[in-house]
């Protein structure tokens, strides 16, 4: 339904049960969050903000509570369909950028397509969002250890892009640059959501905070 919120959490909590006592990361979270938003989460370290970013995405599942992605309840779905439902639908982009190191730029950015489309279509649409995102076609065959920090979170970003997702789930996508080049980084971002991505950024920086609508704040696993 077209009213429906992209991402809903009612009453959303995860515990990871540990031998000294369970830790709970969230605690009963619920909010919304519509098509084409760019939030902003923040908090201490440890508040949960990036366990928040991995049931967003589908990488992990609640311990209680209900999370719908367009209407559709994916608390009990099965691994294969969260599987599917993150290729299809979600973009991740990391603090750490999570190349695959033996792969070329170009080859780890059509990576996600490959079980989906031709080779050739797949090499297409990689090379087209690698422009987009202001990669010099000299980088191309270049590996992740030959690029510069700034460069591997391009390659990131068009990786993430590359499925043309509707969500697009961001921890830290500065954390490891330089002010400048994460400046670059942020803008890349905030295009995206102008053509109407959700973007949903984990950060401490309040300077890259500036870049999202809307903020979400956690402490000790609750949005306060």
């Given at each position: 339904?077209?009213?429906?919120?992209?991402?809903?959490?009612?009453?959303?909590?995860?515990?990871?049960?540990?031998?000294?006592?369970?830790?709970?990361?969230?605690?009963?979270?619920?909010?919304?969050?519509?098509?084409?938003?760019?939030?902003?989460?923040?908090?201490?370290?440890?508040?949960?903000?990036?366990?928040?970013?991995?049931?967003?995405?589908?990488?992990?599942?609640?311990?209680?509570?209900?999370?719908?992605?367009?209407?559709?309840?994916?608390?009990?779905?099965?691994?294969?369909?969260?599987?599917g439902l993150r290729r299809d639908r979600i973009g991740f982009i990391f603090q750490q950028f999570n190349l695959i190191p033996l792969l070329s730029a170009v080859e780890n950015v059509e990576f996600p397509l490959t079980l989906t489309i031709g080779r050739e279509e797949?090499?297409?649409?990689?090379?087209?969002?690698?422009?987009?995102?202001?990669?010099?076609?000299?980088?191309?065959?270049?590996?992740?250890?030959?690029?510069?920090?700034?460069?591997?979170?391009?390659?990131?970003?068009?990786?993430?892009?590359?499925?043309?997702?509707?969500?697009?789930?961001?921890?830290?996508?500065?954390?490891?640059?330089?002010?400048?080049?994460?400046?670059?980084?942020?803008?890349?971002?905030?295009?995206?959501?102008?053509?109407?991505?959700?973007?949903?950024?984990?950060?401490?920086?309040?300077?890259?905070?500036?870049?999202?609508?809307?903020?979400?704040?956690?402490?000790?696993?609750?949005?306060?």
């Open positions: 339904m077209s009213d429906e919120p992209l991402l809903r959490f009612e009453a959303v909590s995860k515990v990871y049960p540990l031998p000294a006592g369970d830790v709970v990361a969230l605690d009963r979270v619920s909010l919304t969050v519509d098509a084409g938003e760019f939030i902003a989460v923040m908090g201490p370290s440890g508040s949960g903000k990036s366990t928040l970013l991995h049931l967003m995405g589908c990488l992990d599942v609640p311990t209680g509570g209900k999370i719908s992605l367009s209407g559709q309840d994916i608390s009990g779905m099965s691994d294969d369909d969260l599987t797949s090499r297409r649409r990689a090379i087209e969002v690698m422009r987009a995102v202001h990669l010099d076609d000299a980088l191309f065959t270049h590996r992740p250890a030959e690029l510069s920090g700034g460069e591997q979170q391009r390659v990131a970003i068009a990786r993430a892009l590359v499925n043309n997702p509707d969500l697009l789930l961001c921890d830290e996508p500065t954390g490891n640059l330089d002010r400048k080049t994460g400046t670059a980084i942020m803008e890349i971002l905030e295009a995206e959501n102008r053509e109407g991505k959700t973007v949903i950024v984990v950060t401490h920086d309040p300077e890259v905070a500036t870049y999202a609508r809307r903020t979400i704040r956690i402490v000790d696993g609750k949005v306060v």
